[in-house]
């Protein structure tokens, strides 16, 4: 069965340090989503993704967080420059294309710990 | 905009009763709705989804939902309970038709005592 996986499954980082999370979607999906979890809150939508540009993002998503598809094949969550905050699960979805393609398709996390 | 309310945060259940956890949406274009589990250390894995068509839906592991557009609620319900599901349930709804984000409830936490 396909799945999204992500990479790597845990991070430590030192506060102010760069991260980059990544993410192979299901290979014939076309649109890709990042979301966050804070430890004990509700799954927050960060971004969305479809044909190499940004299509919705929320009021989390900002300056510091940039996304990227370098390859064809991963797509990336970058923070430039982590704060104690940004400690969280970070899961990446992605769904096919067209009214029929409604799941998205989850990856098991990657959990940030900031330090 | 789209919200999702999951009154309480826990519920307990004994192994074999029935398992009621609720979810009422709030969404000004018609809904797609979706139940989520999430088990321990592990990512979000779907049980059920409404889209179209008959509203009463069933899903993974005896999981139904149904929904009710007249009250604005996708509760999601299993006739006996086993041990194995335990964990972490979401309800989340998004725009019909797109391919647009979900926006999740804050989830409950479902307890089964032997």
């Known amino acids: 069965e396909p799945e999204v996986t992500q990479t790597p499954s845990h991070q430590v980082t030192q506060m102010g340090q760069e991260v980059i999370l990544r993410c192979v979607p299901i290979?014939?999906?076309?649109?890709f989503y990042w979301y966050r979890q804070i430890l004990g809150q509700k799954v927050e939508f960060l971004v969305s993704?479809?044909?190499?540009?940004?299509?919705?993002k929320s009021e989390i998503f900002d300056d510091q967080f940039s996304v990227e598809r370098p390859d064809g094949s991963n797509f990336t969550l970058k923070i430039r420059s982590t704060k104690l905050e940004d400690s969280a699960m970070y899961f990446c979805a992605s769904t096919g294309q067209g009214a029929m393609n409604t799941e998205a398709f989850f990856g098991q996390g990657t959990r940030l710990t900031v330090v | 905009a789209q919200s999702v309310t999951q009154l309480g945060s826990h519920v307990s259940v004994s192994e074999g009763a029935l398992v009621l956890l609720r979810c009422n949406y709030s969404s000004s274009v018609p809904p797609y709705l979706f139940w989520y589990v999430q088990y321990p250390n592990q990512g979000l894995q779907l049980l059920l989804k409404y889209t179209t068509g008959a509203t009463l839906v069933k899903g993974i592991n005896g999981f139904e939902a149904e929904f009710k557009k007249s009250e604005t609620s996708f509760h999601l319900t299993k006739p006996s309970a086993h041990m194995s599901d335990a964990a972490e349930y979401f309800c989340a709804v998004t725009r019909a038709g797109a391919n647009s984000k979900l926006t999740f409830g804050k989830g409950i936490t479902l307890s089964v005592r032997p």
């Open positions: 993704f479809y044909n190499n540009e940004i299509s919705e």
């Open positions: 290979s014939n999906h076309l649109y």
